[in-house]
């Protein structure tokens, strides 16, 4: 495991969905689609940590080194890449 968390950000042409690329193992699954947080909070232990920790996010992709966010439209994505970036240290450090 890296001694750091890392989240590259790639912005997409739909301004509520972002994938943020970590350089840690996200899942060991191909893909987990998480269409509501009412699905993430019952998902994988990531998508759990990642939709009780951070408010906005509507829907979350998991790949095993993306996550696909889309977000509600009243936070920014700043708020919510930070939010994720800590989680994600926390979470892995």
């Known amino acids: 495991m890296s001694e750091y968390v890392?989240?590259?950000?790639?912005?997409?042409?739909?301004?509520?969905?972002a994938d943020l690329f970590v350089n840690q193992i996200l899942t060991?699954?191909?893909e987990e689609v998480y269409?509501?947080?009412?699905?993430?909070?019952?998902?994988?232990p990531v998508a759990q940590m990642l939709f009780t920790a951070v408010d906005g996010i509507l829907q979350l992709t998991i790949t095993e080194d993306c996550l696909t966010i889309t977000r509600a439209d009243d936070y920014?994505?700043?708020?919510?890449i930070d939010e994720v970036r800590d989680a994600l240290r926390d979470w892995y450090l």
């Open 28 to 30: 060991h699954e191909d």
């Open 35 to 44: 269409s509501s947080p009412q699905e993430g909070e019952v998902g994988s």
């Open 6 to 17: 890392t989240v590259e950000v790639e912005y997409t042409n739909n301004p509520t969905v």
């Open 76 to 80: 920014t994505w700043e708020m919510i």
